[in-house]
């Protein structure tokens, strides 16, 4: 168990919060799994292993507490894990309005890195989201709010500046291409592609220019 928080007299007092909202940030806490509360114990932090480390909250307050390449590595490697498949899923099931989708990502994507004038974050994020809607797979869709906080993340130290988003394109653009084919092994191996890009990015270095957060994209990848 982890450590114990003052009491809820002391807490509204250093926070400057009624009762009422401190229990209920704690109700919040406790469902995410970061606390634990009981009438004898009081309340106490869990350990991270026992947090919900796929809600988008979580994910959001450790990405705004700081985090390191093995947190970025772990989130890549989970990519790895199911982006891949979705790919194949959706070269297999796509229909015509899902390509679509894909295209509009990748065209905000283009506009983004030869405009200069923000919009590529989301663009990816559309991208991406829409590869997991065209597998009509109900649990693939469901995990569309982690994986988007997830790729948030993942672009923020990956997609370094408006050249390494310039150079990621023609990955896209062979994803794009291989579900618009309907050609499942060719969309893994260019999914596949990317990821390793994204990695290799990271590995190499961890910190980035602002061309990701232009134009309301910092507010956004927080």
């Known amino acids: 168990m982890g450590s114990q928080?003052?009491?809820e007299g002391e807490l509204c007092a250093v926070m400057?919060?009624?009762?009422t909202i401190l229990r209920e940030a704690v109700k919040t806490l406790v469902a995410k799994g970061m606390l634990v509360t009981g009438p004898r114990t009081g309340t106490r932090t869990r350990?991270?292993?026992d947090w919900n480390l796929l809600d988008p909250d979580v994910i959001r307050w450790r990405l705004e507490a700081g985090v390191d390449k093995a947190f970025v590595r772990d989130i890549l490697e989970l990519r790895l894990a199911f982006e891949p498949e979705a790919?194949?899923?959706a070269a297999q099931r796509a229909e015509?309005?899902?390509i679509a989708a894909i295209q509009l990502g990748y065209q905000g994507m283009v506009e983004a890195v030869h405009n200069g004038k923000g919009g590529y974050l989301e663009a990816d994020l559309t991208f991406h989201e829409a590869i997991l809607a065209a597998t009509h797979n109900q649990f693939f869709v469901a995990l569309t709010p982690a994986v988007d906080a997830l790729l948030r993340v993942s672009f923020q130290f990956s997609v370094k500046s408006r050249a390494s988003a310039?150079?990621?394109?023609?990955?896209?653009?062979?994803?794009m291409q291989a579900i618009a084919a309907g050609n499942p092994d060719r969309?893994?191996?260019a999914i596949r592609r990317l990821i390793a890009s994204a990695q290799h990015d990271v590995e190499t270095d961890m910190?980035?220019?602002d061309f990701i957060f232009v134009d309301g994209g910092r507010h956004a990848a927080a």
Request: charged share 20%; glycine share 4%.
């Open 187 to 189: 969309a893994e191996a």
């Open 87 to 89: 790919a194949k899923l």
């Open 16 to 19: 400057g919060v009624s009762r």
């Open 166 to 175: 310039r150079s990621s394109l023609p990955l896209h653009e062979a994803v």
């Open 207 to 209: 910190t980035q220019d």
């Open 47 to 49: 350990p991270p292993a």
């Open 5 to 7: 928080l003052p009491t």
């Open 96 to 98: 015509a309005s899902d």
